[in-house]
Nanobody
Framework: QVQLVESGGGLVQAGGSLRLSCAASGRTFSRYAMGWFRRAPGKEREFVAAISWSGGSTDYADSVKGRFTISRDNAKNTVYLQMDNLKPEDTAVYYC??????????????????WGQGTQVTVSS
């Protein structure tokens, strides 16, 4: 099991940037693929980005391609989500998650076993 704690959320104006961090506990962090998901008010949870265990493969939702960048530092047991050119529609609670499918970049939430508590991102227009 991997315990996850997100940080870095906040209030930002449209066009601004935020960097989310997700700190993981456990010695096997480097074996897991990591993902970011989000849930906006009144909407279903949706996939945002994923990264393989090595960082060599990444995947993004179409809505964030070219604006968001996922990365990881296995030495620090941390995964990041750099969010640039933020839009009001990016407002949501953002969650990081860990998947045992380390070689892949899973997009479905059912592929993830462990979840953080979430961090709020609010983008004002």
């Amino acid at each position: 099991q991997v315990q996850l704690v997100e940080s870095g959320g906040g209030l930002v104006q449209a066009g601004g940037s935020l960097r989310l961090s997700c700190a993981a506990s456990g010695r096997t962090f480097s074996r897991y693929a990591m993902g970011w998901f989000r849930r906006a008010p009144g909407k279903e949870r949706e996939f945002v980005a994923a990264i393989s265990w090595s960082g060599g493969s990444t995947d993004y939702a179409d809505s964030v391609k070219g604006r968001f960048t996922i990365s990881r530092d296995n030495a620090k047991n941390t995964v990041y989500l750099q969010m640039d050119n933020l839009k009001p529609e990016d407002t949501a609670v953002y969650y990081c998650a860990a998947s045992p499918l380390g070689f892949n970049t899973p997009t479905g939430p059912s592929n993830y076993d462990d979840w953080g508590q979430g961090t709020q991102v609010t983008v004002s227009s």
